[in-house]
């Protein structure tokens, strides 16, 4: 896949495009993305997306992200994506003209012959072009527009947004339901105070990265994929209080039966069950049975 950005000397030709911020790449987005695919005819596959949302950068805040831009990648990789195109989010995008919008970025820059989005679409100034302009604009901008409807759970519609609120309450098995894929945290495994080591229960530190959204502090059952296998585990989002003073959030993950070193490996933490809240303990061998006893309940209902 390549990546590229609107700002490259590169204009594309012939391609079917759709464009969004695309946090999760959850159902929804990848409905959009199979119409792509069954819909190319030997074109490229493009998505143009943004690094923030207009909301979030004319408050001059950074939202958390349910992925990384990282993961965004590789997840649209996976969904066999041949070109992904940044949107820097400016000023001047934002006041563009929806029929500027379409004649010099989707039209000249990016080569667009078929557009894909869903229903409530938006973009330009003030959000004011939706799916009915490029309807009655398909003939004069020579494009053609399939509109797909929205992917529902719970007979509600999925959204980046539900699928937030859901991460914030812990709901992973609800969350991993509507991305349609595990919540996950990729990160370089750092090397830690060997304090799980010496208790006979090693754990793999990773810190997330800083715009990423992370459920509650407390342990939860993960899957590890180190080097493209995979590997029960679980893991502990949060400060450890027991042994730590400071409030750096990491990600200290067991990997249950795992006896070799993965310092400075890229691994891959894969969330499911929530099994209880962070919580500091009175010793440290009060906190290793409690390890163990999770581990017991992980060890019940893994799946791997």
Do not use: W
């Not at 923030?52 to 969904?79: D, G, S, Y």
């Not at 009655?136 to 999925?158: A, C, M, P, S």
């Not at 914030?168 to 090397?191: A, F, S």
């Not at 899957?223 to 990491?250: A, D, L, M, R, W």
């Amino acid at each position: 896949m390549q990546c590229i950005s609107v700002n490259d000397n590169i204009q594309l030709k012939n391609t079917i495009v759709t464009v969004g911020k695309f946090d999760g790449i959850h159902k929804g987005h990848e409905k959009l993305l199979e119409v792509i695919r069954k819909n190319a005819n030997g074109r490229q596959k493009v998505v143009l997306t943004f690094e923030t949302t207009p909301k979030a950068f004319l408050n001059n805040k950074a939202n958390k992200t349910i992925v990384t831009e990282e993961e965004k990648q590789i997840l649209c990789e996976q969904q066999g994506i041949d070109v992904y195109m940044k949107m820097p989010m400016t000023k001047e995008f934002l006041a563009l003209e929806p029929d500027i919008f379409v004649r010099k970025i989707l039209k000249d820059k990016m080569g667009v012959t078929t557009i894909v989005c869903g229903p409530d679409f938006h973009f330009g100034v003030n959000a004011s072009g939706d799916v009915d302009f490029l309807r009655e604009n398909q003939e004069k901008y020579g494009y053609q527009l399939i509109v797909v409807e929205k992917e529902k759970y719970n007979n509600k519609d999925i959204s980046s947004t539900m699928i937030r609120e859901k991460i914030t309450q812990g709901k992973m098995l609800e969350v991993n339901e509507m991305l349609d894929h595990p919540y996950r945290i990729i990160g370089k495994v750092e090397q830690g105070k060997h304090l799980g080591r010496t208790l006979g229960l090693p754990t793999a530190n990773i810190i997330p990265d800083s715009t990423k959204l992370l459920p509650p502090n407390g342990v939860y059952r993960t899957v590890v994929v180190v080097n493209n296998k995979s590997f029960n585990s679980i893991s502990n989002v949060g400060v450890n209080p027991t042994v730590e003073n400071g409030n750096q959030i990491k990600v200290e993950t067991h990997i249950i039966d795992y006896k070799d070193y993965i310092y400075n490996e890229i691994v891959q933490v894969q969330f499911y069950d929530f099994i209880r809240p962070e919580k500091a303990f009175n010793s440290v061998d009060e906190l290793k049975n409690q390890i163990n006893a999770d581990i017991e309940i992980c060890r019940n209902i893994s799946q791997v």
